[in-house]
């Protein structure tokens, strides 16, 4: 398999529920991100990590905690979460010599739904 | 001010036209800039990158940059009703541990 995979495709959890995404990257990478797209809003950075090393973190809710155990592996925890959270999210991975410069490649999203 | 702004859509051009889509930025330092394609129900995926001040071309698509304006731009030469999507650009400034996207723009290519 190639690229970046996310499971699971959807997600459909109430707000006293414990989840978990995960993403795999299958290109080499060293960096792997976190976005929120909501509707009607710009995509959202949530967390980067490079070298497996957390290196933005934007203000990001505690009810979300990643997690990096290696370079080809990425999750993101939820717990007791919001409706407003209820949103598409997306991993990325990127690689070069330009580091965290180089273009991301995004994975298909999980769409997450709260109730 | 938002800190990446791109030109309101949606943007509707006829089949074989040249679709001009915008771009501004506000953070001075920013070193790197992208250009993503997302269709409805799908993830973005890259069209361009660029670093350097000037033009950069790939196939039908141009990317510039004016670092002095602020300003990043993406032409798509010889618009076909399959460039009909989501464009969204996107900034990184590295010093400062930043990466932000724009709104996008809906662009429709009409038959």
């Known amino acids: 398999e190639t690229g970046v995979t996310q499971t699971p495709r959807h997600l459909v959890m109430g707000m006293t529920n414990k989840k978990s995404l995960k993403c795999e990257q299958h290109l080499g990478h060293n960096a792997m991100y976190w976005y929120k797209q909501s509707a009607k809003k710009p995509l959202e950075l949530m967390f980067v990590y490079s070298l497996e090393e957390r290196v933005e973190n934007n203000s990001v809710p505690s009810r979300f905690s990643p997690e990096c155990p290696n370079s080809s592996h990425l999750f993101l925890h939820l717990h007791t979460l919001q409706p407003e959270d209820s949103a598409l999210y997306l991993c990325?991975?990127?690689?070069?010599?330009?580091?965290?410069?180089?273009?991301?490649?995004f994975g298909n999203g999980t769409r997450l739904t709260v109730t | 001010q938002k800190e990446v702004e791109q030109n309101s859509g949606p943007l509707s051009v006829p089949e074989g036209a040249i679709a001009s889509l915008n771009c501004t930025y506000s953070?001075?330092?920013?070193?790197?800039f992208f250009w993503y394609r997302q269709y409805s129900g799908k993830s973005p995926e890259l069209i361009m990158f660029i670093y350097s001040n000037g033009d950069k071309e790939d196939g039908r698509f141009t990317a510039q940059l004016n670092k002095a304006s602020q300003y990043v731009s993406l032409l798509i030469r010889d618009s076909q009703p399959s460039d009909s999507a989501t464009y969204l650009c996107a900034v990184r400034n590295t010093n400062a541990g930043k990466s932000t996207f724009g709104d996008g723009t809906t662009l429709t290519v009409k038959p």
């Open positions: 990325a991975s990127s690689q070069g010599d330009r580091g965290l410069d180089s273009p991301l490649h």
């Open positions: 953070d001075r330092g920013s070193q790197s």
